[in-house]
């Protein structure tokens, strides 16, 4: 019974996203770390992202029935009702939203809101089955849970959340291109316009190898504007170029499933490696006031 309810909330999405949540808190933290507030963050982070993914469930269950890596989905298989499944997504997402609004600020509030919006009602309900631009928009949420955690401790907008966001929302597109390749008759089978189904993967390519040139230089610009140390200046380098170059590769394979999946499950090492070195290698010379800095509200 159990297994059932956690399944549904999709672990490993939520999972990555608690890395990122702690690295983008531990950056604005700046090793003056509030144990609680970060406790309190990542709690309403993962319950607000496994409302969205639960919800994301109950939305998919028609065509995740015409996918392979979808047909055993605990929905699809009648495991959980419908009406159960409404009731579920909405008390983890009014449990995380409520955790969040009591213990983090307007800010932090402000972004999971807008992650959740964008990937529920824009994404997963609109953008996914109708435009070949779904991924670009599904970005933004994927993109919300590091500026959360940065938000949460620094209480605004500034240039380190901004640069964070852009990060993040460049990181998605060539990860989720290449899940999009390696599953293309998934995403065939049950119509969803994808850019490799509706542009071929020739162009997706261009856009993989274009979307992690432009990842770099976000990644790069977290150790200029003074948020990061030279650590991280020098992982982030590393990890970009071998992604990028991995990618390149794609232009003489063979075999584009095996190409593109190993572009994947690096995307993953690449992520994952810069949350701990922004966690670790902060720097506290970086104003909030200096270059685009915004306050919001």
Known sequence: MMKKYLLVTKPGIIFGNMVSVIGGFLLAAQGNVDAFLMFATVVGVSLVVASGCVFNNYIDRDIDCLMERTKNRVLVQGLISPKITLIYATALGALGFALLYVFTNPQAVGFALLGFV??????????????????????????????????AVSGQFDTGAMLLLVIFSLWQMPHSYAIAIFRYKDYLAANIPVLPVKRGISVTKNH??????????????????????????????????????????????????????????????????LSVMMSVDYTQTAAPETLLALVWP
Do not use: Q
């Open 208 to 273: 993989i190898t274009l979307y992690i040139v432009g990842f770099i230089a976000a990644t790069l610009m977290l150790a200029i504007s003074g948020y990061a140390g030279y650590g991280y200046l020098a992982v982030a380098a590393t990890v970009g170029l071998c992604w990028l170059v991995m990618a390149l590769t794609g232009y003489k394979t063979t075999d584009n499933r095996v190409w593109a999946k190993k572009v994947f499950i690096f995307s993953i090492v690449t992520i994952t490696a």
């Open 118 to 151: 964008v990937y529920v009602g824009v994404y997963s309900l609109y953008m996914k089955r109708k435009s070949v631009y779904g991924t670009l928009v599904g970005s933004l949420s994927g993109a919300a849970p590091p500026v959360i955690g940065y938000c």
